[in-house]
């Protein structure tokens, strides 16, 4: 069965305080592998596709990276702006997105 | 916002009455797909649509159905709403089932079954 777990559930940092999220999935045929920001009373935002284990994309203070059974969210000396909940999709054969359960992120200054 | 737009954004409602959410888009994508949000079960799917009167069920699709009879109109149906079914609906839209094309989310609609 095609699945996607997020960890942690919840991640507290202080302004500047460097951590990582992580994605575990599995999936028969993995097509790309989605990240999301999801602001509070928004539908998600696209942030990153990856397509194959190895491969690495930056945007601003977030790296994205991929193996071949997970994926991290790195997020560099973050601010109070970076707070959000980020979601993490598999795309199945077929096309559809199967997302995890979200990492809510909140940044204190 | 990009060209997607789902309405009402808030709902209140009686159990056991008929509800349809609506999601429209201008960017003449042809792959539509309604999703729930609910805390502890992130995104599910409910049904998606590949075309016009083209549609396919998702993971969680009783109590629902769906009609795309215009390429820029997908409807979400709940014929007797249920407390369960109170959730945060997301429409999205996408160009292509290649990963090359996103999905770009509407903002949501608030359903709230009383």
């Known amino acids: 069965e095609d699945q996607v777990t997020q960890s942690p559930e919840a991640l507290r940092l202080q302004e500047g305080e460097s951590s990582s999220l992580n994605c575990s999935y599995t999936?028969?045929?993995?097509?790309?592998l989605f990240w999301y920001r999801q602001d509070p009373g928004k539908g998600p935002e696209f942030l990153f596709t990856l397509y194959s284990a190895g491969e690495e994309k930056e945007k601003e203070r977030l790296k994205a990276t991929l193996t071949k059974k997970e994926s991290f969210l790195h997020i560099t000396a973050p601010k109070p702006e970076d707070s959000a909940t980020y979601l993490c999709a598999v795309q199945a054969p077929g096309g559809k997105l199967i997302f995890g359960q979200g990492t809510e992120l909140s940044v204190k200054p | 916002d990009a060209g997607i737009t789902q309405s009402p954004r808030h709902k209140v409602t009686e159990t056991g009455t008929p509800v349809t959410l609506r999601c429209h888009q201008t960017?003449?994508?042809?792959?539509m797909y309604w999703y729930r949000q609910d805390p502890g079960h992130g995104l599910r799917l409910i049904h998606y649509s590949y075309g016009v009167k083209d549609t396919d069920k998702g993971e969680v699709s009783d109590g629902y159905s769906v009609s795309r009879s215009k390429t820029e109109d997908f409807l979400l149906t709940l014929e007797s709403a249920t407390s369960s079914q109170t959730s945060v609906y997301f429409c999205a839209i996408s160009e292509s089932t290649s990963p090359n094309y996103g999905y770009t989310f509407g903002s949501g609609t608030r359903l709230t079954v009383v």
């Open positions: 999936v028969s045929g993995l097509r790309g």
């Open positions: 960017e003449n994508h042809r792959y």
